[in-house]
């Protein structure tokens, strides 16, 4: 059975760094993408980036570009998504997800979702 | 920057059929997918490659995509098929994913 589990819960303050996990297994992690996905408070997803643990490869929106850093330890089967200095506007939902295989990867399988608040 | 368009709501009374619409301009090239989120859950995929149902999805689901525009059929809605749908997508190159977004069905 394929699982991605996040942590439930992470608060900063402004300016701290964050680092959030993704912990695959049930599926071979080296083999599959794993993207991230935003949710501000009562809005949409948004597409972040993705990673493919296999080699690293690491593909941002551009919209992200610059604002994280997203990494994965294959040793471990976990994806990161990491913040060098938060802003209130990170507060946010965070998913993982696992892409689908083929000419067309998609999410199939996602995590819990990790909620960041940014508050002083 | 590449955008799929939805409409923000859809409407209908349980056991009719909700149709809702995904707009792009890289759907003729682009396979769609249809996610439902629930209140405070993760999404869930419902239709993937256009049309293909995931095992565990009710057959009341189904998907089409014509030219630039991608649909999501829920014959004889249920109260339980209210939430979020989101269709997803890339770009013309591939390389970037994107989110409609997102309407809100409900089901009175």
């Known amino acids: 059975e394929v699982q991605l589990v996040q942590p439930g819960a992470e608060v900063k303050k402004p300016g701290e760094s964050l680092m959030i996990s993704c912990k695959a297994s049930?599926?071979?992690?080296?083999?599959?993408?794993i993207g991230w996905v935003r949710q501000m408070p009562g809005k949409g997803l948004e597409w972040m980036g993705i990673?493919?643990?296999?080699?690293?490869?690491?593909r941002y929106s551009p919209s992200f570009q610059g604002q994280v850093t997203i990494s994965a330890d294959k040793s471990i089967s976990t994806a990161y998504l990491q913040w060098n200095s938060l802003k209130a506007s990170d507060t946010a939902m965070y998913y993982c997800a696992r892409l689908s295989g083929g000419n067309s990867p998609a999410p199939d399988y996602w995590g819990q979702g990790t909620l960041v608040t940014v508050s002083s | 920057s590449y955008e799929l368009t939805q409409p923000p709501s859809v409407s209908v009374s349980p056991g009719q059929t909700a149709r809702i619409t995904c707009s792009g301009d890289?759907?003729?090239?682009?396979?769609a997918y249809w996610y439902q989120q629930k209140s405070g859950q993760a999404p869930v995929l419902v239709i993937y490659e256009d049309s293909k149902r995931p095992s565990g999805i009710p057959e009341r689901f189904s998907g089409s995509s014509s030219g630039t525009m991608a649909t999501l059929t829920i014959s004889g809605a249920q109260v339980e098929d209210e939430a979020d749908y989101y269709c997803y997508s890339t770009d013309s190159s591939g390389n970037r994913g994107v989110f409609g977004g997102g309407t809100k069905l409900t089901v009175l």
């Open positions: 990673i493919y643990p296999g080699d690293s490869d690491t």
């Open positions: 890289a759907l003729p090239k682009k396979y």
């Open positions: 049930g599926y071979s992690f080296t083999s599959y993408w």
